[in-house]
């Protein structure tokens, strides 16, 4: 046999699939530490646990997916319709604008809401400047409550239902309008009698997007006093000092988790009738007088509530208190987290990239699936991940103490390096699909040309792939940037002694009843949030005028 | 003998015929083949297992007596020494004209890139434009580029993907013509894929006919025309007229009479002939079949008649005159082949469909 030939075991061992499958293997690894303790771990608290508390867990968590779902519904697809099917004064901006929200992270929302209902806040009083006699309760209800943290989150986390549903409006748009002409049905009846059932796909899907932050959520139920999982497995972790109960109430997050998915699997359907029709959408229906601006304050209202007022009330809190944030250590702050989210990005960037381009040489299902599994860390609560990147970082500790008796300090444990690679673990998703999307988009005609022309496949990558998809790695860098500097939770548990991130920081500010204070890093987050929402739309419009 | 490709198959998943079923052949240094058939006949299987970017399930490869390909073992693409001719060109679209030259250059000392790619490029007339980026380029040119791209390292086997079906007809032709040149000036051996068979014979020095992953016959394209195997062949390649027969050890009963059993391989009892249009003779009343003149065509360089036979509810019959003799429609005519023209073909190797 000659000597270049490769079999098809030594073409299965290529450096490439090692390293996609060792990344994979460790991208799994806390989960694999999760399941172990699991199953084998005592769990000293877990009896109480159980018997008290996971029964209000359990019913908190329930209510409030339940309610957040139904509040998005009731604002995302409304919304959607409008802006994919009619035209009204404002449409273009509004259909923008309405995914504004998006920006702010929920725990941000959630205080900013408490600040601007508080007592102290100016809804409260100016009510009482106005009727100085009164000094009752003027609202209706309390906002740091149930009901109040459904409406909270749920205001920043429909743009998720908005998004994917108008886009199956728009592509079944031409279908429906012409229905609505030809049978002279009017158009509402068209909407609640085929559009909204051809849109049940797209809509299980963005209200699954919106349910998994729900269930990632820390800092707003936390702050607003409602037990859930991810408070639960703080408590148990940090409270109670119990890792095995910490790690069971995982598993009990991940099941819900697994339920949002499973029900969003069921109401999609055999078929997945999403992708019929044009992208293009038919002309649109005009509105005038009224109905066009009423059309109009529809589309605006969550914008209004869920986006302008609460950036306005952070700059007026962050205007009164900027003196007083912004010394060196803010500065400092700023260059932490910054830094941290670069580095995170870069790392898994980087990974993303090996990943995505073993899966585009070798065009295998077997590879497909194992670089499918580092996906998963998308779909786990950041609190999760923290605590499975902790058991491992703890193990590691245990055992390197053993091997060199003299060492008991931690290596692993609270360092910026297990920080970085939970951050991987959790956002690595966000890249490799950016990626994976960048590879299918060039096909495999210029890898064909290039392997044919003597250049190996890491010559064909780096001359010839990574530079045409310049705008890919870019576009993954800038999300998981931003997702890292939004993270909370995940970043609470793990972040070492005395280190902080804008999100911790503005986390601290809140739960030490600093509102005002919390305002500057909460910007500064919400802004680099605006980054993303910009860059997809640009995109969509790009795919929307192809010229 | 540079290519030798023996017992090559390779079945894709949930696919009812297999894309290659042992196709073994082998090219002459400085031969150009064609590998025609229609879509989904294995041919770009076949070339891009020669390549390397595909692996059959069994069968070997070898060029130049090294072994490249011995069943899912496959030498990686770029350590072969084979160059490839794109359909779509796939110039790289961020590289000007020279750098997509230059890549290919790799195994040269940096100083003689430049100088070999300019050389290609003047080769293929394309020095002026060495700046450019694909983008800035027609459809010919680019095809130049990637000509004088594949060619730049001195590959062992040129292989070519459909590569000129992009270009518009007149295009084509005079494409078709300098490339052939370039070829036989360099001495370069080639594979082309094609399913035009005018493009076909317009390039190549022999032929292979594939079908459903078969390959049915390889030869000039003077010996397929005259010797077609079977009905596919036969019809593939240029007209032809069918006629079914009665086969006998020693002569065939036709339309036209009893004729001496002509050459080809086939065991049944009932078969078909070919017999080409122009190889249908005209004779004196009394001697072939008698038939009426149906329908007279233009065809350029002879005339086509069209000509029901009277003892035959077969469809009329093709037959080519040249242009100064006169036919109109209801003539009667006398119709014989030439003996040695005609050929028995095989049954279908293949099933129907």
């Not at chain 2, 594979?191 to 078969?214: E, F, N, P, S, Y």
């Not at chain 2, 004729?259 to 049944?268: C, D, F, K, Q, T």
């Amino acid at each position: 046999m000659a000597n270049g030939l490769q079999t098809s075991w030594r073409r299965a061992w290529s450096p490439w699939t090692v390293s996609t499958a060792a990344l994979t293997a460790m991208v799994m690894a806390p989960f694999v530490v999760l399941a172990g303790y699991l199953v084998f771990g005592v769990a000293a608290e877990w009896g109480h646990i159980a018997r008290h508390l996971l029964p209000r867990y359990i019913g908190n968590t329930a209510m409030l997916t339940a309610g957040v779902a139904l509040v998005t519904l009731l604002i995302g697809v409304p919304t959607a319709w409008l802006v994919a099917v009619y035209d009204f004064p404002a449409r273009r901006t509004l259909a923008w604008a309405l995914l504004l929200p998006l920006a702010i992270p929920t725990y941000l929302a959630a205080f900013t809401w408490a600040g601007i209902l508080d007592w102290a806040g100016p809804v409260q009083s100016t009510l009482r400047r106005t009727f100085p006699g009164h000094d009752g309760t003027w609202l209706p209800f309390e906002i740091m409550s149930m009901p109040g943290a459904i409406l909270v989150l749920a205001s920043v986390l429909y743009p998720y239902v908005y998004l994917v549903t108008r886009v199956s409006f728009q592509r079944q748009s031409h279908l429906v309008l012409e229905a609505a002409r030809t049978l002279g049905r009017p158009p509402l009846q068209c909407f609640l009698r085929v559009a909204l059932p051809l849109a049940r796909p797209a809509m299980a899907g963005g209200v699954a997007l919106a349910l998994m932050e729900t269930l990632n959520d820390y800092g707003a139920v936390k702050y607003y006093g409602i037990d859930t999982f991810t408070t639960a497995i703080f408590r148990a972790w940090f409270g109670l000092n119990d890792m095995t109960s910490a790690i069971r109430l995982s598993a009990c997050l991940l099941g819900a988790v697994a339920l949002v998915m499973a029900l969003e699997y069921g109401l999609r359907g055999r078929a997945r009738f999403g992708n019929g029709g044009s992208d293009q959408g038919a002309q649109r229906l005009r509105l005038t007088g009224w109905r066009g601006w009423g059309a109009s304050l529809v589309c605006a209202l969550p914008v209004l509530v869920a986006f302008v007022v609460p950036v306005l009330m952070l700059s007026a809190w962050a205007a009164s208190t900027w003196r007083q944030v912004l010394e060196r250590d803010f500065l400092l702050l700023v260059r932490n987290s910054f830094l941290l989210a670069a580095g995170a990005a870069l790392v898994a960037v980087v990974i993303a990239i090996v990943i995505a381009f073993t899966v585009h040489l070798y065009r295998r299902r077997s590879l497909r699936l194992i670089a499918g599994a580092a996906s998963v860390g998308y779909a786990v609560p950041g609190a999760v991940i923290a605590i499975g990147v902790l058991v491992l970082c703890i193990a590691g500790d245990r055992l390197l103490g053993r091997w060199s008796a003299g060492h008991t300090g931690l290596l692993f444990t609270g360092s910026v390096a297990a920080l970085l690679g939970a951050y991987v673990v959790r956002f690595l998703a966000v890249g490799k699909q950016t990626m994976s999307a960048g590879f299918e988009g060039l096909g495999n005609r210029l890898q064909a040309a290039s392997r044919t022309l003597g250049a190996g496949p890491s010559r064909t990558l780096f001359q010839i792939e990574l530079p045409l998809l310049r705008g890919s790695v870019a576009a993954a860098a800038l999300l998981l940037f931003v997702e890292v500097l939004k993270e909370l939770p995940l970043t609470l548990i793990l972040r070492p002694f005395n280190f902080d991130t804008l999100a911790t920081r503005a986390y601290q500010y809140a739960s030490e009843e600093m509102l005002a204070q919390s305002a500057a890093p909460a910007l500064l987050i919400l802004l680099t949030g605006l980054l993303p929402i910009i860059l997809i739309n640009r995109l969509s419009q790009r795919q929307a005028s192809p010229s | 003998m540079i290519l030798l490709i023996d017992h090559l198959s390779k079945r894709f998943r949930q696919q009812e015929h297999p894309a290659l079923d042992a196709v073994s052949f082998c090219v002459e240094a400085g031969d150009i083949v064609c590998l025609a058939g229609e879509s989904g006949s294995g041919k770009t299987t076949l070339l891009r297992c020669i390549a390397g970017l595909e692996a059959p399930d069994s069968g070997r490869i070898s060029v130049a007596g090294e072994l490249l390909t011995e069943g899912p073992a496959v030498v990686p693409p770029e350590q072969r020494g084979i160059g490839l001719v794109f359909q779509d060109y796939a110039l790289f679209p961020h590289l000007t004209v020279l750098r997509n030259v230059i890549f290919g250059l790799h195994h040269l000392p940096r100083r003689e890139r430049r100088g070999r790619a300019r050389e290609m490029l003047d080769l293929v007339r394309m020095s002026d434009y060495e700046g450019r980026y694909p983008h800035e380029l027609s459809g010919g040119q680019c095809q130049r580029v990637a000509l004088a791209r594949a060619m730049a390292p001195q590959p062992r086997l040129l292989l070519f993907d459909e590569a000129f079906s992009s270009l518009d007809r007149q295009l084509r032709r005079a494409m078709l013509d300098s490339v052939r040149q370039l070829l036989k000036q360099t001495g370069t051996t080639a594979i082309c894929v094609t399913h035009d068979i005018a493009d076909a014979l317009a390039l190549a020095d022999r032929l292979a006919i594939l079908r459903q992953g078969k390959l049915l016959q390889i030869g000039t394209p003077h010996s397929i025309y005259d010797r077609p195997v079977d009905q596919y062949v036969a019809t593939f390649f240029g007209d032809t007229n069918l006629v079914p027969a009665e086969v006998s050890p020693s002569c065939v009963t036709t339309d036209f009479g009893t004729l001496a059993r002509p050459e080809g391989v086939n065991g049944a009892r009932h078969a078909w002939l070919s017999i080409r249009p122009h190889d249908l003779q005209i004779k004196a009343a009394g001697e072939g079949a008698c038939g009426t003149v149906i329908d007279v065509r233009f065809q350029g360089h002879c005339q086509e008649l069209h000509v029901k036979l009277r003892c035959s509810q077969r469809r009329p019959y093709r037959v080519h005159v040249p242009l100064d003799e006169s036919w109109n429609v209801g003539d009667c005519i006398h119709l014989l082949p030439e003996a040695d023209k005609v050929r028995l073909l095989a049954s279908q190797t293949v099933d129907e469909g």
